[in-house]
């Protein structure tokens, strides 16, 4: 059974830093992993999803990387703006008709 | 212009009532969810609808039934609601395939008194 855990459950940096946010997953025979963030009383935005054959994918200043094999996904944030705080959440898809499967998330607040 | 809307976004009701969460997609998805968030914000899912058929189903009570009316509705109804239901409940859409992103509603914060 897929599990994900997302350390740590929270972060605090200062306006400016650059930084990564680690999401591990026991199962590696995934399909895919998703991130997503989470704004208070809001509902989750897709930010990345990698593909099981890929290494990494890119939008703006976020990048996600995937090693299957050591089962862990990394979303490096640069240079982090006070508008990206929020809470940070993966989830892990195995093949088949499996749901995706949530880490408890990491609840980022960047300090200006 | 909201793609995947769900009303009411609020929902207080006491022990034992029934009550239905409505949830809408504009994106043309053939593929709805149901996910449940608790008070620890661990989020998992309920349900899962494609082409208004039943794909997932886990293991959630039989108080929770779910209706697909067409591609672009899937609704929750819940009876004989209890305590432990209080959460925020949240629907998703996504296109056909499991490689495709799922996209999010705000969200029901569903309480129990």
């Known amino acids: 059974k897929q599990e994900v855990t997302q350390i740590p459950a929270a972060l605090s940096v200062p306006e400016g830093e650059n930084l990564v946010l680690n999401c591990s997953f026991t199962d590696s025979a995934i399909y895919n992993l998703q991130w997503f963030r989470q704004d208070p009383g809001k509902g989750l935005t897709s930010l990345l999803l990698?593909?099981?054959?890929?290494r990494e994918q890119t939008s703006g200043r976020l990048n996600a990387s995937l090693d299957k094999s050591s089962g862990r996904s990394t979303l490096y944030i640069a240079a982090s703006q006070p508008g990206d705080s929020a809470t940070y959440l993966c989830a892990a898809r195995n093949s088949g008709n499996t749901p995706l499967v949530f880490g408890k998330g990491t609840r980022l607040s960047v300090i200006a | 212009d909201t793609a995947v809307s769900q009303t009411p976004k609020y929902l207080v009701t006491q022990m034992g009532n029934d009550k239905s969460i409505k949830c809408e997609q504009n994106l043309g998805h053939d593929t709805m969810y149901w996910y449940k968030q608790d008070s620890k914000k661990f989020l998992k899912i309920m349900f899962s609808?494609?082409?208004?058929?039943?794909?997932i189903n886990e293991t959630v009570p039989n108080r929770f039934s779910p209706k697909s009316p067409d591609k672009a509705h899937l609704n929750l109804h819940i009876n004989s609601l209890e305590l432990g239901d209080s959460a925020v409940y949240f629907c998703a859409s996504s296109q056909s395939g499991f490689n495709q992103p799922q996209h999010f509603g705000d969200g029901t914060r569903l309480s129990i008194l």
């Open positions: 990698i593909q099981s054959s890929q």
């Open positions: 609808y494609n082409n208004k058929e039943l794909i």
